[in-house]
């Protein structure tokens, strides 16, 4: 035994110091001519080392290096910086000139993509074709092979600036580890921030380059995400994504997304997503969902489907973007669209909006420049069924809407309170109409669009005004033939209510307005003005029924109908009623239809006493 642990402990020093003598016979700058030359020839970027490249034995052979920059053809800023770079080597690799890298690791790297990181073609430059890089001298000498496992970055910073906006992805931790079957496991951590929004993720895929060639496949097994800052929730969106992913190469290329499973806060939604990767892409969208809340998506306070929100506040959004209105409104900018084409198909089990519960929706949407149509967007909503497509033009700015919604028997208190208006009307309502505006949002729909409009409400009551007792009240106090009636609430009901109109920019002028019962039928005309909720309605009521008093009186009563003006604000309404000018008029009309009667029997009788003298 002691023999044996003898050789051993010998053999276990020769191999040391052979590896010790082979380590320092290889000189690790010999590697930085090389290196340099490999980035020039793969892509055509400037590979820089400040300091000397050294070995690093424990606990595994490392080349440390100082300071890197990659820089793109006269960039003015590094694509690519880093505080030092580790080179994880194996040892007999290096025999047979063989750089065999087991991971790179970068500490402190800035990825910068701005205009002054890109490569500057100087005036009267030649122009290299299209796809071509920067060759090397094809008589390069050097027998290094290089081979990398592993890459980690690690406290390291992206920054990405387009035209309009600046990126800034920090604390970025990655990791790329390739196994035998040329299968990559990608892990990736990090904050994205821009305009006040912060982006946190962590990522892990396994991504199949075993067909390098012909595609790219593999699976996203993890990307666990909170989205926070100005004009979002208070808690932020948090979720998770998963999905098989597939990328195919052909003349255009196409890209599939399979599995598809995002979860967002309280909503899920599932489905695949491929895309075309022609001159203009094309995609093809069909997700579905058994429940989508928008309502804790957008931040707006919690409510149940039963129980809308009375008024849509901002109180659960951080630093709520300033709304736009009035003359300054917003330039309504879809041109973004024209990049490409998609196909949209999204089913609903059920959707949480404004507190609204609304069931069965489905959403087909085709976008082929210049226009997004909504082809399909139908749903149940509050007892009934609504349908509302809808065409959006973005060939210019601001972009030109059209719809056509047509609501049927649906309760209108509950969708009143979601939209924040004045709950005066209530009842069961139908309506058509066919509108176009500028803009797509509740500014818009209430300041920009024009078209005509019709509804009808059944079971209808309009609340804070009594017609019918209003006009029997006033008459009642004009004259003593008639008795005041019970009071019987501070309404007016009606079995049909019907309005017929024309919406220009927010007035709406009522071309016809009909409500009748047994009780009360009123006709009018008027206008509205939707933005400053006021109304101002010519109405001719005939009451026939709940009149007391004289019978005659009554009866001429019932036969009239009475002018009455309805104005002011929907929340205080005012009216116009002139009782004893109605009755004065009225009198006057009965006492000349006798006096000429009587006239007209004196006449006859004189006539007869005159032809029995004769």
Known sequence: MKRFLTTLIILLVVVVAGLTTLVMLVNPNDFRHYLVEQVEKKSGYQLEFKGDMRWHVWPTLSIITGPISITALEATQPILSADNMRLDVELWPLISHRLSVEQIVLDGAVIRKTPESES???????????????????????????????????????????????????????????????????????????????????????????????????????????????????????????????????????????????????????????????????????LSSDSLNVDSLLGMPHSSATSPVAAVDNSARVGVKPVISGSNAQ?????????????????????????????????????????????????????????????????????????????????????????????KLSGIISLKASLSGVGYDDYAVKNLWQGPLNFELTNAKLAGLNIPQLIQQSISRVTNKINAPVNTGNYTEVDLFTVSGRLNKGDMNISSLRATSSLVNISGQGRVNVPKETIDVNLGVNIAGGWGGDSRLVLQLQAMTVPLRIYGSWHSLQYQLDVEKLLRNELRTQAKEALGNWLKKEEKQGLNNLLNAL
């Open 331 to 423: 330039k309504y900018d879809l041109s973004g669209l024209k990049s490409f084409t998609a196909d949209i198909d999204l089913t609903v089990g059920n959707l949480i909006y404004r507190g609204m519960s609304v069931t069965d929706v489905k959403f087909s949407a085709q976008n082929q420049t210049p226009r997004f149509t909504i082809s399909t967007l139908e749903g149940k909503a509050f007892g009934g069924q609504f349908s509302l497509p809808v065409t959006l033009n973005y060939s210019a700015i601001p972009a030109q809407v059209s719809a056509k919604p047509d609501f049927k028997n649906i309760n209108l208190t509950p969708l009143l309170q979601a939209f924040k208006m004045p709950e």
């Open 120 to 286: 500057q073609i100087k005036l009267n430059s030649p122009v290299p074709p299209e796809g071509s890089h920067v060759d090397v001298d094809s008589t390069d000498k050097s027998k290094w092979l290089l081979d990398i496992e592993k890459i980690d970055i690690s406290n390291s910073l992206v920054i990405w600036q387009t035209k309009k906006d600046e990126y800034n992805l920090r604390n970025i931790n990655l990791s790329l580890k390739k196994s035998d079957d040329k299968i990559v496991t990608v892990k990736f951590s990090g904050n994205l921030n821009k305009n006040q929004q912060e982006l946190s993720f962590d990522t892990q895929a396994d991504i199949d380059l075993s067909k390098f060639n012909q595609q790219i496949s593999g699976q996203l097994t993890q990307f666990d995400y909170q989205f926070s800052g100005v004009d979002l929730p208070q808690a932020g969106i948090t979720g998770q994504i998963t999905t098989d992913f597939l990328y195919v190469k052909s003349d255009s290329g196409t890209a599939s997304l399979d599995n598809l499973m995002i979860k967002a806060n309280e909503s899920e939604l599932k489905g695949n997503i491929s895309i075309h990767l022609t001159e203009i892409p094309a995609i093809i969208i069909k």
